[in-house]
């Protein structure tokens, strides 16, 4: 059935691709902007200020949050940790305050937000489902307060999901594009040691499962959005240059790093094995299960 999507974070890596997605599935998306609007399926907020129209939420029947700085966008300093924190706490504050403060019938039935597998820290070898507790570390703390303030929509009664996405494998950004031309030139290999756990998921099976959530009445709180089958970063090394023809025999040691990275160093070396058992609970079927699959997918794109 189609529904009116309010989606902040339209113009992201993740939210254009979802934008056309839903579009192409019959939906109506309104795009959340911080300019003055260009079309008519524009609205304006200013989330820093806390502005946001309560018109513009009372539309939707769905409200979808993917905004937020990039973490690996830029080398992390000071300034840029704070953006990281206040533009993923400061979004999602408006939308569910602005959610709450709505009369009961013209809250959306559902606010999906946001997160990432960054609330689990360092896990090690250790295998984490939705019900551990939130680890240590810059990534962790965030996450603990930006899911945290979509709980004015939640006792409101709106069902709340929150997204804690892994790391959405496709050739034009996230984990796969700063990788590839190294990789092409035969000068990459793996991190460090190599034997931190990437919790990766496929672009297909990240926009699908999103879908999915919509849809799901009975599942609420947080879902562990990525693939079944997590691997090393050692692994993922070998398959990209299986796939690329190409060697990668040039670890990057840690120091060198975080000469390039700054801060973000820790986080690319963080060990973070994530299974989906919401997911998987609930029979979501996996386009691309395995790794193998979802890289030649990812570069075929």
């Known amino acids: 059935m189609s529904m009116r999507i309010l989606l902040a974070g339209a113009s992201g ?3 254009t691709r979802l934008a056309d997605r839903l579009t192409a599935d019959g939906h109506q998306i309104t795009r959340l902007v911080r300019r003055p609007p260009r ?3 524009e609205r304006q907020w200013d989330p820093a200020a806390g502005q946001l129209d309560p018109a513009a939420v009372a ?3 769905a409200v979808v949050n993917l905004a937020g700085a990039g973490v690996g966008d830029k080398r992390w300093n000071d300034d840029y940790r ?3 924190r206040t533009s993923r706490v400061d979004s999602t504050t408006t939308l569910a305050t602005t959610i709450a403060g709505l009369p009961a019938g013209e ?3 559902v606010l999906l937000n946001s997160s990432a597998v960054g609330w689990y820290g360092n896990t090690g070898d250790r295998a984490v489902e939705e019900d551990a507790p939130a680890g240590e570390g810059f990534l962790a703390d965030v996450c603990r307060v930006w899911e945290a303030a979509t709980r004015p929509a939640e006792d409101a009664g709106v069902r709340v999901v929150r997204l804690r996405t892994g790391l959405p494998l ?5 984990l796969l594009k700063p990788q590839l031309l190294p990789f092409k030139l035969g000068i990459a290999g793996r991190l460090g040691s190599g034997r931190q756990w990437l919790p990766w998921i496929s672009m297909e099976d990240w926009l699908d499962a999103t879908r999915f959530l919509l849809d799901r009445d009975e599942i609420s709180g947080p879902v562990n959005v990525v693939g079944p089958n997590p691997v090393t970063n050692a692994e993922f090394t070998r398959e990209l240059a299986r796939q ?3 060697p990668a025999i040039i670890p ?3 120091p060198a790093l975080k000469v390039v990275l700054g801060g973000f160093a820790h986080e690319a070396l963080t060990s973070t094995r994530v299974l989906p058992n919401v997911l998987t609970q609930a029979a979501y079927p996996y386009h691309h299960p395995a790794l193998p699959a979802a890289l030649a997918a990812a570069l075929k794109d």
């Open 59 to 61: 539309e939707a029947d």
């Open 170 to 174: 496709h050739r034009d950004g996230g």
């Open 107 to 109: 809250r959306p039935r």
């Open 39 to 41: 079309t008519p399926d």
């Open 13 to 15: 890596f993740l939210g």
């Open 252 to 254: 990057i040691p840690a």
């Open 244 to 246: 690329l023809h190409r």
């Open 82 to 84: 704070r953006l990281i």
